[in-house]
T-cell receptor, first 114, second 112 residues
Framework: GESVGLHLPTLSVQEGDNSIINCAYS??????FIWYKQESGKGPQFIID?????DKRQGQRVTVLLNKTVKHLSLQIAATQPGDSAVYFC?????????????FGKGITLSVRP | DGGITQSPKYLFRKEGQNVTLSCEQN?????MYWYRQDPGQGLRLIYY???????QKGDIAEGYSVSREKKESFPLTVTSAQKNPTAFYLC???????????FGPGTRLTVT
C-alpha cells in the first residue's frame, strides 16, 4: 500500500495506553485548527477541530488542546487501539478573507504496539 | 451516500504524456482543492477553486492545470511540463474556505 509515513517522526505506544501527538503551528493569527488521520494508501479523515476561542475540545476517545501562548496544538487519544495506527496531521487556517485556506503540517506516524 | 470520489486509484503513464485525474463530489460544496503528497512531506496545495468557473494557483501549480465547469467536478491535468509527476494526489472539498476539508481516497500516479 501507499506509505506516506516515510521519514516522518514516529510515536510508538502500547495498546491501551493514552497517546499524545503534538503540533507546533506557525501563525499566531490562525483562528481554526484541525486534526486529520491518514491510514496507508487512503485520504486523510477528519478527527476533530477547534477554534481559537477555545482551549480544549473533546470527541469520542479524542481530545484536542490548544495553547495559543506557545502556539501549540495537541491531540490526545485515550486507550489507543491498533486501528489508531496512522499518520496524523494538524492543519491551521492562518489566513483571512479571500486568502483563507488551510495549511497542513508534515505529519507524525503513530505506531501502536500490541 | 455523500462524499468525494477520485478515479482511478492507480494510474500509470509514460513520460511526456498528459494525464487527467478525476475528482467528483456530491456534498454540494463550493470549494474544491488538489493536493500533492510525497513520502515524508505534508500536503502541498496545487490548485483550488472557490466557485464554478474560477480557480487559483496554489503553492506548486507549475506543470498542472485544472478546470471547474461544474460544481461537482474539479479535474486535474498533469502535463508533460511537470518535472516530477510521480506522487499521490488528493482532492478535497469544503463548504467554506479555510474550514474543514473532506478528502477523496487519492490517486497514485506513476510516470516512467
Amino acid at each position: 500500500g501507499e506509505s506516506v509515513g516515510l521519514h516522518l517522526p514516529t510515536l510508538s505506544v502500547q495498546e491501551g495506553d493514552n497517546s499524545i501527538i503534538n503540533c507546533a503551528y506557525s501563525n499566531s493569527a490562525s483562528d481554526y485548527f484541525i486534526w486529520y488521520k491518514q491510514e496507508s494508501g487512503k485520504g486523510p479523515q477528519f478527527i476533530i477541530d477547534i477554534r481559537s476561542n477555545m482551549d480544549k475540545r473533546q470527541g469520542q476517545r479524542v481530545t484536542v488542546l490548544l495553547n495559543k501562548t506557545v502556539k501549540h496544538l495537541s491531540l490526545q487519544i485515550a486507550a489507543t487501539q491498533p486501528g489508531d495506527s496512522a499518520v496524523y496531521f494538524c492543519a491551521e487556517n492562518p489566513f483571512t478573507g479571500a486568502n483563507s485556506k488551510l495549511t497542513f503540517g508534515k505529519g507524525i506516524t503513530l505506531s501502536v504496539r500490541p | 451516500d455523500g462524499g468525494i470520489t477520485q478515479s482511478p486509484k492507480y494510474l500509470f503513464r509514460k513520460e511526456g504524456q498528459n494525464v487527467t485525474l478525476s475528482c467528483e463530489q456530491n456534498l454540494n460544496h463550493d470549494a474544491m482543492y488538489w493536493y500533492r503528497q510525497d513520502p515524508g512531506q505534508g500536503l502541498r496545495l496545487i490548485y483550488y477553486s472557490q466557485i464554478v468557473n474560477d480557480f487559483q494557483k496554489g503553492d506548486i501549480a507549475e506543470g498542472y492545470s485544472v478546470s471547474r465547469e461544474k460544481k461537482e467536478s474539479f479535474p486535474l491535468t498533469v502535463t508533460s511540463a511537470q518535472k516530477n509527476p510521480t506522487a499521490f494526489y488528493l482532492c478535497a472539498s469544503s463548504a467554506d474556505r479555510g474550514r474543514e476539508q473532506y478528502f477523496g481516497p487519492g490517486t497514485r500516479l506513476t510516470v516512467t
